[in-house]
């Protein structure tokens, strides 16, 4: 009876056996099926991304060094006070280069060196060509800060004069330069506010005000003075509502044939009021007697 027994464990352990096997097989065949698919897709897309690699550093091989993809022409925009040739010269731009190898950014940033160029962009046209397109300063005002400078909209002292500038601006005066130098944003502040003033007194009709040679600034207060030497003491704000009384107050003077040699528009108390300053007649002027 024991060997019976044990003759029939041996049986079933190796029966067991067997059934295990048979069972790995079979998960590894439903593996296969399940998982292959996706094993032989990740394999194909790491196949095409080698060859996609080695084939774009063979294309860019081929590009940096084909004669198709050398510069024929760049066409400028947006030039008046700045030339061609001078922003050529700074940024080094010539025929032949090879536009793949073209660094963008390094032609924008020296032709910024400029000092009439406030803005450049540089595009590639394929294979030969490209464009250049200038944004320069626009002067609007001459301010003295040790040495004389051209300002911009914004306020900003972008150059020095020049004998070859011919311009004919009114004059910003008031900023020191070591103001300048301690505070830049507060000065440029200053000396735009002053801008705006001359553009709202530029927009008065013409003919009827005498054009500005100065803006005087004095803190935040400003002043006018036209090119006859009349000063227009603004203050500070509100300038639409004190030029319109500026325009009812010279109409009323040139209807009485009077002349104004100081005009106080800046009376904070009674913002309303004009305060003048009459021009003494020629011959007072002249130290003679008008009877």
């Known amino acids: 009876m024991r060997t019976c027994f044990f003759s029939m464990a041996f049986g079933k352990s190796k029966n067991r056996r067997r059934v295990d096997t048979a069972q790995k097989k079979e998960a590894v065949k439903g593996a296969v099926r399940n998982h292959g698919p996706s094993v032989a897709k990740g394999l194909l897309a790491a196949v095409i991304t080698a060859g996609l690699i080695w084939g774009g550093i063979e294309l860019r091989t081929w590009a940096l060094a084909s004669p198709r993809f050398q510069l024929q022409e760049a066409n400028f925009t947006g030039l008046t006070r700045a030339s061609r040739a001078e922003l050529v010269r700074l940024s080094g731009l010539a025929v032949g280069q090879n536009l793949f190898a073209m660094d963008v950014a390094a032609l924008e940033k020296a032709m910024l060196q400029h000092p009439w160029v406030h803005g450049v962009e540089v595009t590639r046209h394929f294979p030969a060509t490209v464009s250049v397109e200038v944004v320069e300063h626009l002067p609007e005002a001459l301010v003295v800060l040790g040495d004389l ?97 500026l325009t009812r107050v010279r109409r009323e003077l040139s209807t009485k044939g009077l002349a104004a040699d100081v005009i106080h528009l800046e009376n904070r108390a009674r913002p309303g009021w004009v305060a003048v300053k009459l021009s003494s007649p020629v011959s007072e002027r002249n130290g003679t007697s008008t009877q």
């Open 149 to 245: 400078y051209v300002l911009d909209g914004e306020g900003e002292p972008f150059k020095r004069v020049t004998p070859g500038d011919g311009l004919d601006l009114p004059l910003v005066t008031g900023v020191e330069r070591d103001a300048y130098v301690k505070d830049p944003a507060a000065a440029r502040e200053r000396m735009k506010a002053a801008i705006e003033v001359m553009h709202a007194y530029a927009d008065l009709k013409p003919g009827r005000h005498e054009r500005l040679s100065e803006v005087r600034v004095n803190g935040t207060s400003l002043t006018l003075v036209t090119v006859t030497g009349q000063e227009v003491l603004m203050g500070e704000g509100n300038t639409e509502a004190k030029l319109a009384r």
